[in-house]
C-alpha cells in the first residue's frame, strides 16, 4: 500500500508557491504550502556601473517594473532563473557562475572587477560572502537593496505538523525560510518538536548556505541538489521520501 507523502514548501504566496504546489502534486507528494517570505518592494534601482549584479528573479522582475535598464552594463545574473527574467525584460545577460551562489559570482568575477564599480541589486537579507568577496577582489561594491524580506503573518502551520510528525519531507529555500520557519514554531511553543519532526523526515536545503544554517539549528538536512533550483531540490525531496512510505 502507498500511504501519503507529505512535504511542506515554505516560497512567497506568488506565482513560485502557485508553481511549487503544482510541481508536487505532479510529482506524486500532497504539497503543504506555508508561505514563510513576504516580499515588500523598496522602489530603489541601482545607479549606473560598469557591472550590475542581480541575485534573484524578484529584483530583476521589481527593476523591469520599475523601467530599469542595465544601459550597457556588464549584467550578471546568479543563476538560470534570474536569467531568464532578465531576458524576459529584453536585457542581455552577459554572464553567469558555474555555481548559483554568491560564492560562484565571486569566482566568477575575481578576476575583472578590480578598480571597477560593481552594483549588486538584491534583497535585504543578501550574503556578506558576495560584498565582501568581490571587495577583497578590488571592486568598489554599490549595495541596492531592492526589496524587504518578511515572515507572512499566520505563516508556520507547517511547524505543528512537523512536531506531530504529520510531514514526510520539507523543502528549504532559503536561509531565511529555515529561520522563519524555527521562528514561527517558537512562536507556538513547539520549537523542539518541530526540529524533531523535521529529523524524523526528510529535509531538503536548495545549497549549502540553507544547509549550513539548518545544521547550526539542530536540522539534519538529506537533500542538497547539485544546482540551486527548486525543481532539482522538490524532486529529490520527493524521490528520497516516498521509498520509506511503501509498504
Known amino acids: 500500500m502507498t500511504r501519503e ?44 556601473a560598469p557591472y550590475v549584479v542581480l541575485t534573484s528573479k524578484t529584483g530583476a522582475e521589481l527593476l523591469a517594473e520599475a523601467g530599469w535598464s542595465p544601459g550597457e552594463a556588464t549584467l550578471v545574473c546568479i543563476g538560470p532563473t534570474t ?35 560593481v552594483a549588486v541589486a538584491r ?18 561594491v554599490e549595495e541596492t537593496v531592492l526589496y524587504r524580506l518578511t515572515r507572512p503573518e499566520g505563516a508556520g502551520q507547517s511547524t505543528v505538523m512537523a512536531a506531530g510528525g504529520e510531514l514526510e519531507g520539507v523543502c528549504f529555500t532559503s536561509s531565511l525560510t529555515v529561520e522563519n520557519f524555527l521562528d514561527a514554531a517558537a512562536e507556538r511553543g513547539v520549537r523542539d518538536e518541530a526540529v524533531a519532526g523535521l529529523n524524523d523526515a526528510v529535509v531538503g536545503a536548495i545549497g549549502d548556505p540553507t544547509r ?20 532539482e531540490l522538490a524532486c529529490r525531496v520527493v524521490e528520497a521520501a516516498a521509498p520509506s512510505y511503501h509498504e
Open 83 to 117: 536569467a531568464a527574467a532578465a531576458r524576459a525584460a529584453g536585457w542581455t545577460v552577459n554572464a553567469m557562475p558555474e555555481e548559483y551562489s554568491s560564492a560562484g559570482l565571486v569566482e566568477l568575477l575575481r578576476g575583472d572587477v578590480a578598480g571597477e564599480r
Open 5 to 48: 507523502v507529505r512535504v511542506a514548501v515554505f516560497r512567497p504566496d506568488d506565482e513560485r508557491l502557485a508553481q511549487a504546489v503544482e510541481l508536487l502534486d505532479s510529482l506524486g507528494a500532497t504539497p503543504i504550502p506555508d508561505p514563510m517570505l513576504a516580499v515588500e518592494p523598496t522602489g530603489n534601482v541601482p545607479e549606473d
Open 123 to 140: 534583497s535585504d537579507h543578501g550574503s556578506d560572502v558576495l560584498l565582501d568577496g568581490l571587495r577583497e577582489a578590488g571592486a568598489t
Open 212 to 231: 549550513e544554517t539548518a545544521a547550526a539549528n539542530g536540522i539534519d538536512v538529506d537533500v542538497v541538489p547539485d544546482h540551486a533550483e527548486f525543481e
